[in-house]
């Protein structure tokens, strides 16, 4: 069964700092998904991980995939309050399905 | 159109009541889904249709019942809830794996949600 595992579950930090959300998952898979949710709304897609190695970035987010450890990391650089949320990665279970597994999410809060 | 919406944005229902929610995407994607989502908890599956027809159903109550129109569409009508169905529930859709350049990939686009309160 594959299990999705994000780590840390909450997160405050200061504006300006730099800090990196892990998302580890149990069996193999090439596609990796990031989310982000502001609290009372819906689920916003922010990267879409294909390949071991891939990286995308968005303004101060950056997201990595490496397929071998199993692991997907978003990185944040120079943090401001704006981007304060839930961030959930999801993992794609089987290429025979729809289906994909979500981690618990992050919440992280970023202080003024 | 790139965009999912759904209808209504907020449902109150006492546990006697039939209720409908609406969900529709004209982005062309032959994928859709139903998620409950509690407060501080991940999306969690309920019901998956696949070029209209159910493909998953992660062995919801019966008193939740999807129905999928035409492939722009997506119902879900509630019947006989408890108050423990409150939460937000979420549609979503995907295109097929096979156009997205043979990459396989299944990102799924979120519409806004419905606020459900069982009363």
């Known amino acids: 069964e594959l299990k999705v595992e994000q780590n840390p579950l909450f997160l405050s930090m200061q504006e300006g700092k730099n800090y990196t959300i892990y998302c580890n998952y149990s069996?193999?898979?090439?596609?990796l998904y990031w989310y982000r949710q502001d609290p009372g709304k819906s689920l916003e897609s922010l990267f879409v991980l294909l390949s071991n190695g891939a990286v995308k970035q968005e303004g101060r987010l950056m997201a990595s995939l490496d397929t071998k450890a199993r692991l997907s990391t978003l990185h944040i650089t120079a943090a401001v309050h704006d981007l304060s949320a839930t961030y959930f990665c999801?993992?794609?279970?089987?290429?025979?399905?729809?289906?994909?597994?979500f981690g618990k999410g992050t919440r992280l809060h970023i202080l003024p | 159109d790139t965009e999912v919406t759904q209808t209504p944005k907020h449902l109150v229902m006492g546990m006697t009541n039939k209720k409908s929610l609406k969900c529709e995407q004209h982005?062309?994607?032959?994928?859709m889904y139903w998620y409950k989502q509690k407060a501080k908890k991940p999306p969690e599956l309920m019901f998956v249709y696949s070029y209209e027809k159910l493909s998953i159903n992660e062995s919801v109550p019966s008193r939740f019942s999807p129905e999928c129109p035409n492939s722009s569409l997506l119902n879900l009508h509630l019947h006989a809830l408890q108050p423990e169905d409150s939460a937000l529930y979420l549609c979503a859709s995907s295109q097929d794996p096979s156009v997205a350049g043979g990459l396989g990939y299944n990102e799924q686009f979120f519409g806004p949600g419905t606020r459900l309160t069982v009363l």
């Open positions: 069996t193999t898979s090439d596609r």
């Open positions: 982005m062309g994607h032959r994928a």
């Open positions: 999801a993992v794609d279970k089987t290429r025979r399905d729809d289906k994909i597994i």
